[in-house]
């Protein structure tokens, strides 16, 4: 699948999930999980710089930065959430690296585009649409 508004990083992720019979798919998400990049040294246990994703039911906190044009995604999310800290990451990879103008051009139905809407609750698919918003949000203020 290609799409021009979706980054390369991202569109692979989506491609992932839609090659995997739909039964496979929440292990892909477990996968990811497990895969959040830890936040620098210099974020570790400063909450008042995160933003808390409110659509989320668990504890999720996004810090976005924007250096010389190219963002980085730094997301907090408890391993007892797996399904909501899979989305973070594949957020956190798929948005760091990448200009802002990258970033705000990603469709806000991206999530929806994974093909997890009958593994996952429109609750927790809600909530990674939600840390979408933040960063592009946080990516406008920003740049």
């Avoid at 797996?82 to 139905?109: C, H, K, N, Y």
Wanted: glycine content about 6%; overall charge negative.
């Amino acid at each position: 699948m290609t799409d021009t508004h979706l980054p390369e990083r991202l569109a692979e992720f989506r491609d992932e999930f839609l090659e995997l019979p739909q039964e496979d798919r929440l292990e892909l998400l477990l996968e990811f999980s497990a895969e959040l990049p830890p936040v620098p040294e210099y974020l570790a246990g400063k909450q008042d710089l995160y933003e808390r994703v409110a659509e989320c039911q668990s504890p999720v906190f996004i810090h976005i930065e924007v250096n010389d044009g190219v963002v980085a995604m730094h997301a907090t999310a408890p391993v007892e959430a797996p399904t909501t800290r899979g989305f973070a990451s594949i957020l956190a990879q798929g948005i760091t690296g990448l200009t802002a103008d990258e970033v705000l051009a990603i469709p806000g139905d991206y999530p929806q585009t994974l093909g997890l809407t009958k593994s996952v609750s429109p609750l927790r698919i809600g909530g990674m649409t939600g840390m979408l918003v933040r960063a592009q949000r946080q990516v406008r203020a920003k740049r």
